[in-house]
């Protein structure tokens, strides 16, 4: 913040030597949302010191100079000093873009656009400065154009306006309409002939789900399809994490030597404990996908899963 108000000119120095000789009892207050829309939409400059944490050090300092300038051109007509506490009303900040961080001093009326105190060092700030900010506020106002003049007849223009717009809207929206008429029996078809193509690409899905299930289910080279449940990467959830029973998981490689020794004692062991334990086998070489995310380095790898339960749970 680098504007400082110390520095004014002859008009400003005799506007500021005028209101400090009118000083008497001020109207300082604290402001909600709800009074300040009300207090600008009557005509006032509403000067407010926007603040946060109440024991603020810097907000305490501010509060001191901004009181004693209240007090001084608080009766000044039209003219409206107080507090807001944004803990209390903090869609403020957006609705008035307010600066942060805070303690913020800005201006407010119905001529002018809100303008905010600029400012270096915030233990800095006097009684000169603000009374300077409040002089420039109210030049601003000054020099702010008068909109009033002419203002019967830029109404009538834009009334003159509005009416041919409308006219070209309505007119406009009559061919729209006898458009969209001519076109409704197209898109019917149309949209008629894209629900029958999503209906059948639905039927063909579900016929390849279910291909693809009896293919999992079919029995695995040298492995026991009674017994022992072949697992791919879409059936892994259902199959394994079921969370009914204990499962094991053997990852293989077809063409491993390890793992065709190892087919007859997998086979054995699954017919020993079917009552309370699946044995699935998942061939790695064509579902690759198993490799990073089960930590495959070697075959054949074993993972045992207790009652069905996640990786986190399971063991290798």
Known sequence: RSVKYSRMGVLGRLFVFFLLLSGCTGKFRNIDETELEELIQEGNTVFVMFYEMAHCAHCKSLHKAF?????????????????????????????YSI?????????????????????????????????????????????????????????????????????????????????????????????????????????????????????????????????????????????????????????????CGACKAMRSIVNKIAKEVEASVQFCVVDVTSRYEFHSEWDIEHYPTFWFFPNGASKQQGTK
């Open 67 to 95: 009181t004693e300038i209240s007090d001084t051109l608080g009766d000044t007509p039209t003219m409206v000093f107080g507090r807001t506490n944004l803990d209390n009303y903090p869609n403020l900040k957006s609705l």
């Open 99 to 255: 600066p942060t961080p805070t303690p913020t001093i800005m201006a407010f009326s119905d001529i002018i656009r809100p303008v905010v105190m600029q400012y270096d060092n915030i233990a800095d700030v006097s009684m000169v400065d603000l009374v300077g900010f409040v002089n420039k506020v109210q030049l601003t106002k000054l020099d702010a154009p008068d909109d009033a003049e002419g203002a019967d007849d830029d109404d009538d223009d834009d009334n003159e306006e509005e009416a041919v717009g409308q006219q070209e809207e309505e007119r406009d929206y009559t061919e729209y309409q006898d458009d969209q008429n001519h076109d409704d029996a197209n898109h019917q078809e149309e949209e008629e002939r894209e629900e029958r193509q999503l209906q059948q690409q639905e039927e063909e899905e579900e016929e390849a789900v279910e291909a693809e299930q009896e293919q999992e289910e079919e029995e695995e080279e040298g492995y026991s399809n009674k017994l022992i449940k072949a697992v791919t990467y879409s059936s892994w959830d259902r199959i394994v994490h079921n969370g009914n029973t204990h499962v094991v998981v053997e990852f293989y490689s077809p063409e």
